[in-house]
Structure formats: C-alpha cells, structure tokens
C-alpha cells in the first residue's frame, strides 16, 4: 500500500509538473500580447501624423437663367429676314429720300437703352446752356435702377461740354444724368423736354422717363429712332461728339482716358456720321447710326440683339449687302414672321 501510494503520488506530481509548463506557456502569451499591445501603443504615439495637402478653396458659381428681353417676351425673334440679322428689330433708310432699304419689325416698340443719350444730347443743344459750365456730379446721378457703376465719383466738376461727350461716346451714365439735373426747371422739366421734342420730330411710340436710359420704360421703335438720327445729324457738335473714339479729361489730379462704346469707330471700312450704342437687359445690344455707303447716306437701326457682338454683325452684314447689292436696294427687303 505504501509503495502503491508513494507511486500515485509521484504520478501526480509528474503529471502536474508536465501541466505547469503549459499554464505559463498560456500567460507568457497573454503577457506577450499585453506587452506587443503597449509598444504599439508607443509606437504610435510616435508617428506623426501625415501631413494633408491643403484642399483649393472651391468658389461656388451661382448661374441664374438669363433674363428675357421684351423682343423675346413679344416672340419678334421668330422673324425670318434674308440677311438673317441676329437683331430682332432693324430699319435701313435712305437719309436723303427717306426711302426704306430694309425692315424688319420695323413698329415694334421696344427699350432703347442708352440710344436715349441722344435725345438727351439733343434737348441740351437746343435748349442754348452754356458748354463751359461747370457740372458736378452728386449722389443724384448715382444709379439706383441697375446698380452700374462710374468712374466719375460724387463730386467730380466737369464742363457741361465734356459731361456731354461722355455721354455720348462713352455712354456716361452719371453724366447724362447730370446734364438732365442741370437743365433749367431740373430733371422733370427735361424730361418733359424729351418727350415734346419726341413729339415734334413726329415720335409718336416714343416715351422717356429719365435721361440715361437705364429704365426700360424709355421705349421707341425704329421708325422713330430713324427720324431722331436723321435730325441729330443735321447737329455738327453731336456728329463730333457720337464719333470721338478717345478723350481725356482730368479728374482730380488724374488724367483719365475714355473710349467710345462702338468698335466699328476703328474700322477703316466704315464712314461713320453719327451712331450710339445701347445695353440694358430688357432692351438687348442696340445701335443706331448715320453711314456713307455706296454713295448713298444711310440711315440703320439694331434693336434688341441678344449676343455681346451681334449688333456690330448685323451692321456688317447690312453694309455687306449694301455695297454688294446697290441695284436691289431699289427693292426693299422685309422680315416675315
């Protein structure tokens, strides 16, 4: 029994000796897992992050639908013409005779733009003011109806002369306004002068509210705009002023530079008597002018063409078939819808 005994005993004693190596295998892992898991830890803490490359700042463009001009909105551009004008108004006229050449929605009654600085002009030279007088500009001129801006700050003191060739050449919005403000009575007896001097030139679709032409309700047709040039060109000082292609004046302390609005002042191809130019939304490119072509004194309308160069295209072609055509300009062209 004793022997038995002893030898169970040392049985168990192996036994548990070989299971020891086994449970310190088991928590030698567990403490090789805990020590791996601190040097990671460690070893992460370490590591810098890596640098990011600064994202551009993405300047979010809002595009908005261009708005309708009134030509749109009255569906003239559906008018078929065989010059295929991009100008959804024209009229070609002989100045002499009076004669039409071309036409096409010829009455229709439209904005005009900034082709109302002419009737502005006029009205100053007729009503006698002196053209070296002093204007200045003021918060009055500033524009509250498109919200375009000036060079010609508050407080600029240019001659009545000068305020006037701006106006003209470069379509000063500030100076035409100014020109208005000065006259006799102030700006609602001259506007009241526009409109009866519309009325004797035989302007019957014409109405004006303010000088500078921002407003869409300065509207005309170019039956009307045509008879306006005609008698605008009988005036040596606008022909001189509406075809300047530079001038200078000083503001302040500075000499400032300023260009006329129309590109084909440059052009060797055209003899320009008088012209002016117009934008505002409602309205479209507009241009009215005087031109030699052919030997004959043209007279030509562009209302409401809707591309930033159109306009000066739609003269092109007009001249083109001109020159090209002189025998067919005694069988006037008509647009049909």
Not at 18 to 38: C, F, M, R, V, Y
Not at 92 to 102: G, I, S
Not at 266 to 279: N, P, V
């Amino acid at each position: 029994m004793t022997s038995i005994t002893l030898r169970t005993a040392l049985a168990v004693f192996a036994v548990g000796c070989l299971a020891l190596p086994a449970h310190d295998a088991q928590a030698g892992t567990k403490q090789a897992k805990k020590s791996a898991q601190k040097q990671t830890t460690k070893d992460v803490r370490k590591v810098k992050p890596a640098s990011r490359t600064p994202r551009k700042a993405v300047r979010v463009v809002k595009i908005e639908a261009a708005k309708p001009t009134f030509g749109q909105l009255y569906g003239l551009h559906a008018a078929v013409d065989p010059l295929d004008l991009k100008s959804s108004v024209a009229l070609v006229m002989d100045q002499d005779t009076n004669e039409v050449l071309f036409a096409k929605n010829s009455q229709a009654v439209l904005p005009i733009a900034s082709i109302t600085k002419l009737m502005t002009a006029l009205v100053v030279v007729e009503g006698g003011q002196s053209l070296d007088e002093k204007l200045s500009i003021s918060e009055a001129d500033i524009d509250t109806e498109k919200g375009t801006r000036s060079r010609l700050m508050v407080g600029t003191t240019l001659t009545r002369g000068e305020m006037m060739h701006l106006a003209l050449m470069s379509s000063e919005n500030r100076a035409a306004n100014a020109l208005g403000r000065h006259y006799p009575g102030g700006l609602e007896v001259f506007v009241a002068a526009m409109n009866q001097k519309a009325q004797a030139l035989g302007m019957r679709d014409t109405h004006y509210v303010e000088p500078t032409g921002l407003s869409s309700r300065n509207q005309s047709s170019a039956n009307d705009l045509a008879a306006l040039v005609k008698v605008a060109h009988e005036v040596p000082l606008l022909r001189e002023l509406s075809t300047s292609r530079e001038h200078q004046v000083a503001l302040g302390r500075r000499q400032v530079q300023f260009h006329s609005t129309n590109g084909l002042l440059a052009s060797k191809s055209w003899d320009i008597g008088l012209q002016k130019t117009g934008f505002i939304n409602e309205a479209g490119r507009c241009l009215v002018m005087q031109a030699r072509m052919a030997g004959r004194k043209v007279i030509m309308v562009l209302l409401d063409s809707t591309g930033k160069y159109s306009r000066i295209g739609d003269a092109e072609r007009v001249r083109k078939w001109v020159l090209s055509n002189p025998a067919a300009l005694n069988q006037p062209l008509k647009a049909t819808l």
